[in-house]
């Protein structure tokens, strides 16, 4: 079966760190770029970075660039997001998803989630 | 613009057919893709590309596209297509991604 499931979400003070994890199974995982959406409760779906299938290719969107990493480690079929300096409104539940193309560029479409992992910001 | 509009919600009787509309610039360079969001529940991809399909999702589902805009057509709504539907595409930059703000599809 081809899953993902994401952990790593919690309570979080604003400008503290959080890593999320996302572990890939029943597939081959680096055969796929990989990307993070989030969305927060009762709005819409946002897309928050992706990364090529070999690690070298990441963007981010502008709200959390240089504020968040992508990354992977294709030896152990896991994607991260490495999120600092978080504020209120990264409250979300983050997904991660899988393109249906291996490089982090254009893609006509993500066909694999997780059921994701709640990230709540507050003091 | 990379900006992605969407009808907030649209309902429709239990068999007829339904379109939900997602308008913009970007999608004179890109076709749509298209989730649909249950409560609850991960995101599915139900159209990806001018008119695919995944495996597994039904034939009353299908796609269109002509100039500014993307279509997803449900022909013969069922009870279990109420749901949110965005649609998506990359953006300009063709690296980053833009999703509308959603549909909320009713079955009446």
């Known amino acids: 079966e081809v899953l993902l499931v994401e952990s790593g979400g919690g309570l979080v003070q604003p400008g503290r760190t959080l890593r999320l994890s996302c572990a890939a199974s029943?597939?081959?995982?680096?055969?796929?770029?990989m990307h993070w959406v989030r969305q927060v409760p009762g709005k819409g779906l946002e897309w928050v970075s992706g990364i090529g299938w070999n690690g070298d290719d990441a963007h981010s969107a502008d709200p959390v660039k240089g504020r968040f990493t992508i990354s992977r480690d294709n030896a152990k079929n896991a994607l991260f997001l490495e999120m600092n300096s978080l504020t209120y409104d990264d409250t979300a539940l983050y997904f991660c998803?899988?393109?249906?193309?291996?490089?982090?560029?254009?893609?006509?479409?993500?066909?694999?989630w997780g059921q994701g992992t709640l990230v709540t910001v507050s003091a | 613009s990379s900006e992605l509009t969407q009808d907030p919600a649209v309902s429709v009787a239990l068999g007829q057919t339904v379109r939900i509309t997602c308008q913009g610039d970007i999608l004179r360079r890109f076709f749509a893709s298209w989730y649909q969001v249950k409560p609850g529940q991960a995101p599915l991809l139900v159209m990806f590309g001018r008119n695919n399909r995944p495996s597994g999702i039904p034939d009353r589902f299908s796609g269109s596209s002509a100039a500014d805009m993307s279509s997803l057509i449900i022909t013969g709504a069922q009870a279990e297509d109420e749901a949110d539907y965005y649609c998506q595409s990359p953006d300009q930059s063709i690296i980053r991604y833009v999703f509308g703000e959603g549909t909320t599809v009713t079955i009446l």
């Open positions: 029943g597939f081959n995982f680096d055969d796929y770029a």
């Open positions: 998803a899988r393109s249906r193309s291996a490089g982090s560029g254009y893609s006509d479409g993500f066909d694999i």
